[in-house]
């Protein structure tokens, strides 16, 4: 049996936000637990989406990577040297979103990935695991490459720390999905009491959005950079409302940042607060739409072969910082405001300077988000 594999691994994105009550004392960094931990098909409200243009059903979290995007075009360009053709209508015209939207390049630091494509006749998996063994030592690359004729592979790791870390919450922030369902969960930032100085907290955050005809202190429309000093990479969390894909939320974003704040700046007051929800997660996905099957030039033959596209993401979000590992392989004001995210959310993670998306993430409901303990 011939079969091309298309592996897909998502990363992590390590970042630390908690609030409400504030700690006046130093704790001991503790990553949070994983809220999720296996296969995308045991999750009853969260789904991953192989597009930005996928239509978003309701009621879901929703979830894009740029590792597949990145295998995706090393397959196109590297071995079927043209637009990729899959069986089946469905399946074909996610193909046709993917073919055009090529990563662009320098998007990703070229550190923080290794990206190839090609045939299993002329040592790819072994190509791959040099790259790998170059720049990610400590990492096993994820390839189902038993029967494979060809292969693509993306791993992608970035990182983004917050320098100072974020406050923890001594209570937990009630997330309120569109139900009206009421889950505890913990959170970072940045509190009302105490006021503590901290050089640089309040500094590495830019609010380029918020609405300027909300007249009480809690904001409900609002675009927050949570990491301004980082170069590379940007944090982008986002009170928006339902957006139909995260093609359509990234343009009303883009519209909102471009709508910025006039005559108020862009800077978080010695006053205002932060609240964001801690996250960590790793979902195992396997891209089923993309059909079973892949047109090839095998033996100077044009055939269908076997194809399968996965995907492993792990994402984590707390007070130290954000960090992302993603692996992909295809085969074949006067008042102090408050911003509370305890409401569904975009969040975006993506290159300062193009403004490439890396990572995209629609929280509507808790499933993803670290639960407060029992005891709260």
């Known amino acids: 049996m011939a079969m091309v594999l298309f592996p897909v691994t998502l990363g992590m994105i390590p970042g630390i936000f908690r609030l409400q009550e504030w700690s006046i004392q130093e704790r001991a960094y503790q990553e949070p637990p994983f809220a999720v931990d296996g296969s995308s098909s045991e999750l009853r409200r969260t789904i991953v989406v192989p597009t930005l243009e996928t239509p978003f059903p309701d009621g879901r979290n ?75 030592p400590s990492v096993t690359p994820m390839m189902d490459e038993t029967y494979a004729v060809a292969l693509a592979y993306s791993y992608l790791s970035v990182s983004l720390p917050f320098d100072p870390p974020y406050l923890e919450g001594e209570e937990p922030l009630r997330f309120v999905d569109p139900e009206g369902n009421e889950t505890p969960i913990n959170a970072f930032g940045i ?3 105490p006021r503590l100085v901290i050089p640089g907290l309040r500094e590495q955050i830019a609010i380029l959005y918020d609405r300027p005809d909300e007249w009480t202190s809690k904001r409900t429309d609002f675009v927050l950079d949570l990491c301004e000093t980082s170069e590379t990479y940007q ?18 974003v883009e519209e909102k940042i471009e709508t910025g704040r006039p005559d108020l700046g862009t800077s978080f007051g010695h006053n205002d607060v932060l609240i964001v929800p801690s996250m960590r997660w790793r979902i195992d996905h396997e891209f089923v739409e993309l059909g079973t099957a892949i047109k090839l030039r095998v033996d100077d033959k044009e055939a269908f072969v076997p194809f399968r596209a996965k995907q492993v993401i792990e994402f984590k979000l707390d007070r130290s910082g ?36 890396i990572l995209v993430v629609w929280i509507d409901n808790a499933e993803l988000l670290h639960k407060a303990k029992a005891w709260w």
């Open 62 to 136: 929703v979830i894009w990577c740029a590792s597949a995007q990145l295998a995706w075009d090393r397959l196109k360009e590297d071995v079927v040297k043209g637009p990729v053709e899959l069986s089946g209508d469905i399946a074909n015209r996610i193909a046709s979103v993917l073919n055009r939207s090529a990563i662009e390049d320098r998007a990703v630091a070229p550190e923080d990935h290794v990206s190839l494509a090609g045939w299993s006749k002329e040592g790819v998996v072994a190509r791959i695991r040099q790259e790998m063994a170059t720049h990610f």
């Open 191 to 193: 509190g009302k009491r």
């Open 235 to 252: 944090l982008l969390v986002c009170m928006i409302p339902t957006p139909t894909s995260f093609q359509a939320a990234l343009q009303a």
């Open 322 to 357: 954000a960090s992302l590992v993603s692996q992909a392989n295809d085969a074949a004001m006067a008042l102090p405001l408050h911003f509370t995210v305890d409401r569904p959310f975009l969040l975006v993670l993506r290159n300062r300077v193009n403004k490439q998306p």
